[in-house]
């Protein structure tokens, strides 16, 4: 797996980040939600320069000019319902992408101990297409890997592309071991710790809620 860890560099990609886990501005839910569609877009921009591209010549009022265009084709999937700002950003920059969305939830049998729940796909065909596969919190990274389990089965993919807002590195060396060898993952930043109940700390609490509200 080839990891891109964007936190390496300092950019304003920094201050969307910083909003997103201080916990007065992530008060605010729409504020919340637009800065992780934010880092979804800065993602896609770096994630672009790893797909293929073709010849393109477009025609302008004045004359013609030579470009390069994506030629692969691409599938976006998310997992609902974190990964619903995170697939807007990434929408944006991709507007001809494929849609897919997946759910996957942890089914507690005890205060650490958890299974990881997938009933709901809604995806178009992954055959020869490349998958851009979006959760914004990687943690353990076995939300993922169940994900991985269902999508696999829905055609043989060119390649994977993870896209994840923020990352634990017990999750990055999981998922680095169980997906294939050209997978691609896309991080904004790292974290070094995950709590006894597998979330990460300091982390920014849980997206779901912060972007929809609690939930039952």
């Known amino acids: 797996m080839t990891i891109h860890n964007l936190d390496k560099t300092n950019s304003v990609l920094n ?12 008060k605010d839910a729409m504020r919340f939600r637009r800065n992780i569609e934010r880092i979804g877009e800065i993602l896609s921009y770096e994630l672009s320069q790893e797909l293929g591209f073709k ?8 004359g013609e000019k030579k470009t390069q265009l ?3 084709q691409l599938v976006l999937c998310s997992v609902l319902r974190a990964g619903l700002p ?4 990434i929408l944006n920059y991709f507007d001809q992408i494929e849609n897919a969305f997946i759910s996957a939830y942890r089914l507690h049998s005890s205060d650490e101990e958890f299974e990881i729940k997938v009933e709901y796909l809604a995806t178009p065909s992954l055959d020869n297409k490349i998958l851009i596969l979006a959760d914004p919190m990687l943690a353990t990274g076995s939300s993922l ?3 991985y389990e ?3 089965k829905m055609g043989h993919m060119k390649q994977l592309h993870i896209v994840a807002v923020i ?17 691609h993952l896309w991080v904004a930043t790292v974290d070094q710790e995950l709590n006894s109940k597998g979330y990460i700390v300091p982390g920014l609490g849980d997206a779901g809620d912060l972007a929809f509200g609690s939930k039952l």
């Not at 969307?16 to 916990?23: G, L, Q, T």
């Open 86 to 89: 995170l697939h807007q950003g």
């Open 70 to 72: 994506v030629s692969d």
């Open 55 to 62: 010849d393109y010549n477009v025609q302008t009022p004045l």
């Open 15 to 26: 201050h969307f980040i910083a909003e997103i886990r201080d916990r007065e501005i992530q």
């Open 167 to 183: 990352a634990a590195e017990k999750g990055i060396d999981f998922v680095s071991q169980y997906f294939p060898e050209n997978t």
């Open 150 to 152: 269902v999508l696999k």
């Open 145 to 147: 890997a169940a994900v």
